[in-house]
């Protein structure tokens, strides 16, 4: 997902917010200045006069637009001059086209779990507090539950400094490794022990073993090159409101209910069982779609004619 954030300032005269993008999917604007903000979509002039405009928001008060309103040019006109303006994010690639719960982003998430959690009721410090330890707990379980193909991940390119290199993000386990340089060999495991004294080797020109320590793979050699990685990925962990990563785009049920197992164990919530039920149906649907995708893979072929 790609983000953009700009800003505008107020002016009594009308004037264009952000241009039109087909590619945009999401468009937030938020009224920073204390005079009413007047917005007209896909037309200019916009103006305070009734009919001029298509919506009209206060001092921090903000409106998301989605397609097909979202990709078009919108223009904005203040009531009177003031030293704020508009703050205006939009969203230019769309995060999953199976998506349709609205839990899209971490942000969405904590709103989604804060709503089952307590219904109708506000947003407390204590629930704000929490609700990222119950998320950061729930992609640990499923981590350790889902075990998908989709989750390998081919062709990664490492750079290779002083014989050393940072493993991805969401790394879990090495599928292949080999050296970009020519001849394109494979590079096996040893242990780190042995890798370390191979590289005090300075005669050596490519890398022909590794160890993993830490967050870096080491090699059995001390200088610069590039590798390319085949590796199992996890779940890359959600930190900022507006993260997202590919089990969330694609399966936000997943999320939700194991982030909810976690609140009822600590809340000593009677839901848990059922919070518990509806995570793992969710992590078994996945991996039943994943069977079904690469059918054609394991199907067995005939090995003869056949009449």
Not at 122 to 147: C, F, Q, W
Not at 227 to 246: I, Q
Not at 276 to 285: K, L, Q, V, W, Y
């Amino acid at each position: 997902m790609a983000v953009a954030i700009t800003s505008v300032n107020s002016s009594t005269t009308s004037q264009l917010l952000i241009a039109a993008d087909g590619s945009r999917t999401s468009l937030t604007i938020a009224n920073t200045d204390a005079s009413t903000l007047y917005v007209s979509v896909g037309v200019t002039p916009a103006t305070t006069a009734i009919g001029g405009f298509t919506f009209s928001r206060v001092l921090n008060a903000s409106a998301t637009l989605t397609q097909p309103e979202a990709a078009q040019a919108i223009y904005g006109i203040w009531s009177g001059d003031g030293a704020g303006g508009a703050t205006i994010t939009a969203i230019t690639d769309p995060v999953s086209d199976s998506n349709g719960a609205g839990i899209t982003t971490y942000g969405t998430l904590k709103t989604a779990i804060a709503a089952w959690l307590r219904p109708n009721s506000a947003v407390t410090s204590d629930m704000t507090t929490n609700i990222p330890k119950y998320v950061g707990l729930a992609e640990v379980m499923i981590r350790r539950e889902l075990h998908l193909r989709s989750l390998d991940q081919v062709e990664a390119a490492l750079t290779i400094t002083d014989g050393e290199a940072s493993i991805p993000t969401g790394f879990q386990g090495v599928i292949s490794l080999v050296s970009t340089a020519e001849p394109y060999n494979q590079i096996t495991a040893l242990p780190i022990d042995q890798v370390r004294a191979l590289a005090r080797d300075t005669t050596r020109l490519r890398p022909a073993h590794y160890a993993i320590s830490g967050g870096l793979i080491y090699f059995d050699f001390s200088g610069d090159g590039t590798a390319e990685l085949g590796y199992r990925r996890g779940v890359t962990p959600l930190s900022a409101d507006g993260d997202t990563n590919w089990i969330l785009a694609a399966h936000p049920d997943c999320y939700l209910f194991g982030s909810l197992v976690q609140a009822s164990i600590r809340l000593i919530d009677p839901r848990l069982s059922e919070f518990r039920g509806m995570f793992m149906e969710a992590i078994d649907s996945i991996q039943r779609l994943e069977r079904n995708v690469n059918l054609d893979v394991i199907r067995p072929m005939p090995n003869g004619m056949v009449a």
